[in-house]
């Protein structure tokens, strides 16, 4: 079989492969809590995240599952500050804030521009927010919120991998250059950025994997990205499962996932974090599991490397 499909990748292709959505309501998010997260270097402090109720995105990318809680179509205005002011009155108050919308803040079809001044002045009290947006919404409207808002504005933006063959095949409709210019258009205006690196994505080795997520990083970094958070890609968007069936794709080990972060953190040139979310699933080993949990947070909080765990896994 050969290393990449013959078959094309497409919205087709991606769409056809899943199932229903979950049910949502566009003027409540579909889910908000507090996380404790490094804030600054040796802060940490606690982060107030909101997974706003949102079209779905234009983007049909093979690797993405937030599709699942989204809406057919864009929400009313008014719906996203109305959302944002559901969260807040029921969690405590925090100094920073994520707003994640399973698509592109920017994409003026999923936040509306007119929604901008309120949802400015519900975020006045914190000292950062964080968004998320594709390269190509990235632009004035991106000014003009930065304009509008107290909160100092960080911008997440998924570079992927920088693999030449894998990246064209993700349908994320992204090139490097484009990044590029989204990262360098952002800092050049005083907006910090992060960004989102698969580990091992479909039609790569382990090996591979923790080879092209290690030079994702190091590009990241080279041309100004401040955070890299390190994803385990996993199955259960339909598409994803299909390539796993035909050996296109196999998820990683939580032993890669140590190895990238080890790495990274050992560049000192910017924060590098593990996404936990379902990490058990990365793990074959329950009597390792949870101290290999542990490391794994206690370098996402305090960007040090601990001693490996040890285990006759």
């Not at 100094?95 to 929604?115: I, Q, W």
């Not at 258009?185 to 290690?214: C, D, H, V």
């Not at 960007?303 to 040890?310: A, F, G, L, M």
Request: glycine share 6%.
């Amino acid at each position: 079989m050969s290393k990449f499909p013959d078959f094309k990748i497409d919205n087709q292709w991606v769409t056809s492969r899943r199932g229903k959505k979950n049910p949502v309501n566009p003027f409540i998010p579909y889910d908000f809590f507090m996380e404790k997260e490094r804030t600054g270097p040796g802060v940490i402090g606690d982060v107030t995240t909101i997974f706003l109720t949102n079209r779905e995105c234009p983007f049909r990318c093979l690797m993405c599952d937030l599709w699942k809680n989204t809406t057919d179509k864009p929400v009313p205005e008014g719906a996203i500050p109305r959302q944002i002011e559901y969260a807040l009155s029921r969690l405590p108050e925090t100094k920073h804030l994520k707003l994640y919308n399973s698509g592109s803040f920017f994409d003026t079809r999923a936040v509306p521009k007119t929604d901008y001044e309120k949802i400015a002045s519900l975020i006045d009290h914190f000292e950062t927010v964080i968004v998320e947006s594709h390269p190509q919404f990235i632009n004035r409207n991106t000014l003009y919120f930065n304009e509008l808002i107290k909160p100092a504005l960080h911008v997440a933006i998924g570079l992927e991998t920088v693999h030449p063959a894998v990246l064209p095949r993700l349908n994320k409709r992204m090139t490097l250059t484009g990044f590029e210019q989204a990262v360098r258009f952002l800092t050049s205006n005083g907006m910090e950025t992060r960004t989102f690196i698969l580990l091992r994505p479909p039609f790569l080795s382990e090996e591979e994997g923790m080879l092209w997520a290690k030079k994702s990083i190091d590009y990241a970094f080279k041309i100004g990205v401040g955070t890299c958070t390190v994803i385990p890609v996993r199955s259960g968007n339909g598409a994803m499962d299909t390539l796993a069936e035909n050996s296109y794709f196999t998820p990683p080990d939580i032993k890669s996932l140590e190895n990238v972060i080890e790495y990274g953190i050992g560049l000192n040139k910017g924060t590098v974090f593990a996404d936990l979310w379902n990490i058990e699933n990365f793990n074959s080993c329950k009597k390792c599991l949870e101290k290999r949990k542990e490391r794994l947070s206690l370098m996402n909080f305090y960007q040090k490397i601990y001693p490996q765990v040890t285990c006759l896994c």
